[in-house]
């Protein structure tokens, strides 16, 4: 599989810089004045200081499994232990979670775990595993 690129907005990039080596564990690639490029489990993310004169927009949630799921959001499939280690990473963290780690679609089709929260700048995170990545596009 080939990793995917994905630039988002962030409002200050040493809190950026901060959360996503610090608590995410993520390397740092090329960045400049405006931006930094982080390796996110082997993925390339850009955050871009946003303009303050630009509007933001919140988005809106979906519901999903008994959950209100943040849109837009983006995260990375991990596997299961990987998960679990990120989770503990992020509790310890005191992360605060928009929607805290779970498992959805328990005993169905598409069984996995999930978590949401927020970086420093607003963005949803969602990061999940599937008990069998074979599932991971189920229906």
Not at 29 to 55: C, K, M, N, T, Y
Not at 84 to 104: K, M, N, Q, W
């Amino acid at each position: 599989m080939q990793p995917f690129h994905l630039a988002f907005p962030v409002d200050d990039l040493e809190s950026t810089r901060r959360f996503y080596v610090d608590i995410l564990g993520c390397g740092v690639g090329r960045e400049a004045p405006a931006w930094i490029d982080f390796e996110l489990f082997g993925h390339q993310i850009s955050a871009h200081v946003r303009p303050r004169h630009s509007a933001t927009g919140d988005g809106f949630e979906n519901p999903v499994d008994g959950d209100e799921v943040p849109i837009p959001h983006f995260g990375v499939v991990l596997e299961w232990q990987d998960w679990h280690t990120l989770r503990d990473r992020l509790v310890a963290a005191e992360t605060s979670f928009v929607v805290g780690p779970r498992i959805r679609f328990e005993g169905q089709v598409g069984e996995q775990a999930t978590m949401f929260f927020r970086d420093p700048s607003g963005n949803h995170l969602e990061f999940k595993s599937f008990r069998d990545p074979r599932s991971l596009f189920a229906r």
